[in-house]
């Protein structure tokens, strides 16, 4: 009952937003030639930069990324940033996956710096606990990930891995801890085990934060034959980002053109 009442909000705001009447962040009127349900004004004060995110410079560096084979982000988790990640995690909204995933489809196929995760052999989403799905009513990375994949013409494989257990939250927690706190959390999907191995795989997920749960997911499909695990975010960390978004105006600029503004 409860997922099908989400389906039918989504629905009905897919209706709605498609129409590019509304900015999903501020909810100012946007003309309908826009790409992305986004007004000039909150895109450029989305904290965009370089793609790329220096796995050296994180923080827990050593035997925290040893799996995942590079990591690129859309932009710093910030003030409009994250109303965008709220409104599709917490308020239910799954049409706002629509945008993210066309701006990070976007980015990466007009980014030369990303040209190898276009060279992947297919994508999938970093899954999440049975009870969170049942309450969301969707996997948020998953959403992304088949809306990312529409529109840079990528092959999308969800539910690669599965969550077999719930976790407490990882930003709290020491590297030790954060490493008991994932054992027997991820396995693969038997159904689709065959897709792993000898493949080069593109891992979506909304948010970086201790890089804990991406290098464990990135272990488990290594562990089952994959050669390359490459990982795509909407969001990073302030600290996670650090030294990383110094082209911030650059890569507005180029979201905007993208718009049609």
Not at 31 to 48: M, V
Request: charged share 25%; with cysteine; proline share 2%.
């Amino acid at each position: 009952m409860e997922m099908g009442r989400k389906k039918l909000m989504d629905a009905l705001m897919d209706f709605v937003y498609p129409q590019n009447l509304y900015c999903i962040v501020c909810g100012n009127f946007i003309d309908r030639t826009r790409k992305y349900c986004l007004c000039d004004h909150c895109i450029r004060h989305i904290e965009w930069g370089n793609i790329e995110v220096d796995l050296s410079r994180q923080p827990d560096y050593i035997g925290n990324s040893e799996y995942v084979d590079s990591v690129r982000a859309c932009f710093k988790y910030g003030l409009y940033s994250r109303r965008l990640i709220f409104e599709l995690k917490y308020n239910g909204h799954s049409y706002v996956a629509r945008v993210l995933g066309q701006i990070a489809a976007d980015r990466v196929c007009t980014d030369p710096r990303a040209a190898e995760l276009l060279h992947c052999d297919f994508v999938t989403g970093v899954p999440i606990s049975e009870g969170k799905l049942k309450k969301r009513g969707f996997n948020q990375a998953e959403k992304i990930a088949k809306y990312f994949c529409e529109q840079s013409g990528m092959r999308h494989e969800p539910d690669i891995l599965k969550r077999v257990k719930e976790t407490e939250a990882q930003r709290s927690l020491s590297p030790a801890d954060r490493a008991m706190n994932l054992m027997g959390v991820f396995r693969v999907n038997s159904r689709k085990a065959r897709n792993i191995h000898g493949s080069r795989i593109l891992l979506i997920d909304d948010i970086y934060t201790t890089g804990a749960t991406i290098n464990h997911c990135a272990q488990i499909l290594k562990e089952a034959g994959a050669l390359e695990v490459h990982v795509f975010v909407m969001a990073t960390g302030s600290k996670q980002a650090e030294g990383v978004f110094d082209d911030a105006e650059s890569s507005g600029k180029k979201v905007l053109a993208h718009c049609g503004s």
